[in-house]
């Protein structure tokens, strides 16, 4: 369904008229152009339609015995009309509205002589029972968290970034725009994502430790998942740039091509790192088992990523209704793919030079420490 317009500012009171000046305000200061890259702000309700108003005098009301439904129904009559009545010639029935005329309806004064019921052969008028007045209403009434509500919708240009916008219209409504009695709070995407953040890292941060628990308990190592996971920060910048260059925005759909990338971008270096082993079991160099994994391995590599590119293609390019929504998480796994399968044969050869270097000054040097302490005690 999407989030609606790119900026949403939700304000909200219990006095009405408070809050339509106070969104009217908001309206025209950012039309001002005061936030650069606001464009077109509307309100979710306009004001201005015309209505008489009857306004209940409940202690009135209680005397006489009549309630707020009788008064509401006879209002309704009176405007809307009646067609209980019918008219039946030659066998058709036709129905008869009764109503005030358009003259006697515009006349506020006029209906406070009009009477509602009747009490002891007294007609009890609508003057007795309510304050009828003219006012402007609102063209629908919203509410959240049982407060009325208006939301303040505006599009943004082209490359603008909706967070940097929307910090600067937060600190625009602080500084002195809101007066007291009204609320503020994000609304649409903004919302999300104040939402749903949280657990979107938290999701990422589990997807990364669950990936080192298998890698671990496969390699039985704990230090070549490190390497493999090498592949993931190079993924993140490469969809990050993605998003800089077709001028997109991280948004919710981004952040989970992010977290897609956690597991998706590990196959490059899984190759790699897996046939290294492979051949050094086999009496390989160390240097020579990493030239040769990448010659070796370079085509299932690039097959892969190729296919996967490929794949998320049409989420990129928003093909179909409504796709453009979702052709974030198509940029941010393109980026990343491609800039991590460019990077994997540099940086994860080096890291692995690396790390098995500090693999052997820890435990292999410590092994051979324990086993020069333990032979004395066998002589023994």
Known sequence: MGTGADLQLSLQSNDKELLMQTAVKVRDTLASGVVAGVIAPRLSTRPGKPEIRAIPKRAQMAD??????????????????????KFRLKGEEYDIRVMLDLEDRNNPKLLESVPITFQNKEPIYLGDLATVERSLAADRVERRNKTQEIVVNADLLPGVASAGVQAQVDELLKGGLLPPGVAYEPAGEARIMAQEVPFMIGAFLAGIILVYMVLAALYNNLLYPFIIQLAQPQAMVGALLALMIFDRSLNIVG???????????????????????????????????????????????LMTTIALIMGMLPVAMAIGRGSEFRETIGYTIIGGATLSTLLTFFVIPCSYTIFDDIYEKLFK???????????PAEGS
């Not at 040097?365 to 032979?375: D, I, N, T, Y």
């Open 64 to 85: 006489l015995s009549v309630n707020a439904a009788t008064l509401g129904r006879s209002m309704r009559i009176l405007y809307e009309g009646d067609n209980t009545s």
């Open 255 to 301: 952040f989970i091509g992010i977290i897609a990338l956690v597991g998706l971008v590990g196959k490059n270096a899984i190759l790699l790192v897996d046939y290294t082993n492979t051949l050094r079991s086999r009496g390989r160099d160390r240097h020579e088992a990493l030239v040769e994994s990448a010659r070796t391995r370079l085509r299932p590599i």
């Open 365 to 375: 040097k410590k092994g051979v420490a324990v086993e020069q302490a333990a032979a």
